[in-house]
């Protein structure tokens, strides 16, 4: 486990063990947080927060499993 971008514990892929996954974010997206998203800090999940148990996705590049 690493400290995430939000200062939380993020946990390891328990597809593939790969550290550090991005934070999946719900909702509508600020221009910021399309920013984030294009610079890979973070993952934007759907406008409806119906998926919202997803919370990491895995930055492996075989992997991108989300978790």
């Given at each position: 486990m690493s400290e995430s971008l939000f200062g939380d514990e993020s946990p390891d892929c328990p597809q593939c063990g790969a550290q550090e996954?991005?934070?999946?974010?719900?909702?509508?997206?600020?221009?910021?947080?399309?920013?984030?998203?294009?610079l890979g800090?973070?993952?934007?999940?759907?406008?409806?927060?119906?998926d919202a148990r997803r919370l990491w996705q895995c930055r492996g590049l075989e992997c991108n499993y989300r978790f």
């Open positions: 996954p991005r934070p999946i974010l719900y909702g509508i997206a600020s221009e910021e947080m399309v920013t984030a998203a294009r800090h973070i993952v934007l999940g759907s406008e409806d927060a119906t």
